[in-house]
């Protein structure tokens, strides 16, 4: 080999070593900036009824499309925000109803408004806080936006009571740098399937649901108070903020359930009804 040949080797062999290294950033650079990569996860468990399903459904619709939620987004740096739509149950029952899509104007929310509402409204067995979290996370990975912000935002009204344990999931969240929100909604009537509605949901959220850098809760005092939660949720969301007083609470301040609270109730309901 030539001397000249010989000298130029090295420096092919940095050449090769630094495109290599590159090639995921400039992959990862091709993926649209945002300003928040937000999920939206609603529960459609048995413990709603066919109407609750819809009055939730109907929140996040009449949200995404309020001039505020709208206005708050257009300030941002990007001035755009990708969002996504899942509605889930039980462990196998997760559903993305609108993938990741681009809001940035009056006509991009109104085109994601309309995504959410045109499948029927359904509800499913059983609750996994757990698995949707899981499922969430797997949806934020390549999904063609960059955000410096990536939040779960789950709404429902009950415990985990199917799946992994939910603090789990929580964790495996908080390690990849994903906040999650909750909306718990509270309400003092039996489920259609006979379940009561667990004492103060907002503390379970609280201690086993929510966690990431500035988590909150907002609380739903019933299915006719959604609407102005998720909205007032979203915006914060939006905006990077979050409430000053961090929780919401409309349950009594003394008991605050366990993080397998919900898997513990239906073993007592299978033992009452075998």
């Keep these: ?35 928040l990569e937000l999920v939206l996860a609603a529960d459609i468990s048995g413990s709603m009824d066919h109407e609750e399903a819809v009055l939730q459904r109907t929140g996040f619709i009449n949200a995404i499309r309020h001039p505020e939620v709208i206005a708050t987004i ?28 681009e809001v940035y104007d009056e006509a991009s929310a109104e085109a994601f408004a309309k995504a959410v509402a045109a499948p029927p409204v359904r509800t499913a067995f059983w609750t996994s806080i757990s698995t949707v979290i899981d499922y969430a996370l797997a949806s934020l990975v390549d999904n063609g936006f960059k955000a410096l912000r990536q939040v779960i935002d789950i709404s429902g009204d009950g415990p985990n009571n199917s799946g992994g344990y939910v603090p789990e999931a ?5 390690e990849k740098g994903v906040t999650i929100n909750g909306l718990p909604i509270i309400n003092n009537r039996p489920g259609p399937y006979g379940f009561m509605p667990m004492p103060n949901l907002d503390h379970y959220y609280e201690d086993c ?4 850098f500035a988590a909150f809760v907002i609380v739903a005092n019933g299915f006719q108070d959604f609407a102005r939660a998720v909205r007032r949720k979203m915006l914060l969301e939006i905006a990077g903020l979050r409430p000053k007083r961090p929780l919401l609470h409309f349950a009594a301040e003394g ?18 009804f075998p």
């Design 74 to 101: 257009q300030r941002g740096r990007y001035g755009r925000i990708a969002v996504t739509y899942i509605e889930w149950a039980g462990a196998i029952h997760q559903t993305t109803l609108v993938k990741w899509t």
């Design 255 to 272: 008991y605050r359930p366990p993080c397998d609270a919900g898997e513990i109730q239906l073993r007592q309901y299978r033992d009452q």
């Design 1 to 35: 080999m030539k001397g000249g040949s010989a000298r130029k080797l090295p420096g092919l062999i940095v050449a090769s070593v630094l495109l290599a290294l590159l090639a995921p950033l400039t992959a990862s650079a091709e993926d649209r900036r945002v300003d």
């Design 209 to 212: 649901v929510i966690g990431g």
């Design 170 to 174: 929580r964790d495996r969240a908080i």
